[in-house]
């Protein structure tokens, strides 16, 4: 069963101080706070998928990042039929609507305009972390 990613929000301390949210464990660290690094390093493994936002309406910037070939998606929970993750994301936040926006642009756009951290600025690069967490992985959905 598919665990939103509002599940692992960071606490006021772990958005305030870079060391201690690098602490938590990976999954809540690629849930919340790391997700698009995450989704980028996936897509650059596997080029058919593509980086999407996930927006709640009347938000100004996205709430979660996913990697997803419109039938499967990638994120810090592993492999996940779209439809489940977006069911689950809703049935966790019943109160709010949310889109899957397509990212076109690079990582370094998206972060500077959706305000998302770049990798420079975590406590460390958090790009190979996402690629070691990527191993842990099957490199192919289920089935």
């Known amino acids: 069963m598919y665990r ?13 101080d870079q060391e201690v ?28 998928y593509g980086v999407c936002a996930v927006w709640k309406a009347g ?6 990042v996913i990697a997803t070939d419109g039938t499967w998606a990638f994120d810090h929970d592993g492999w996940t ?7 689950a994301t809703a049935a966790y936040e019943p109160d709010a609507t949310w889109e899957l926006v397509p990212v076109t642009s690079d990582l370094a756009t998206f972060c500077a305009q959706n305000y998302h951290r ?6 460390e690069d958090p790009r190979p972390r996402a690629r070691a967490y990527l191993d842990r992985f099957p490199s192919r959905p289920p089935g």
Do not use: K
């Open 4 to 16: 939103p990613a509002g599940m692992f929000r960071r606490t006021p301390e772990e958005r305030a």
């Open 21 to 48: 949210s690098w602490r938590r464990t990976d999954q809540a660290f690629f849930a919340a706070g790391a997700c698009h690094i995450l989704a980028w390093e996936f897509v650059a493994r596997n080029p058919a």
């Open 59 to 64: 938000e100004e910037n996205p709430s979660h």
């Open 81 to 87: 039929l779209q439809d489940e993750l977006l069911a």
């Open 118 to 123: 770049p990798p420079e600025l975590y406590h």
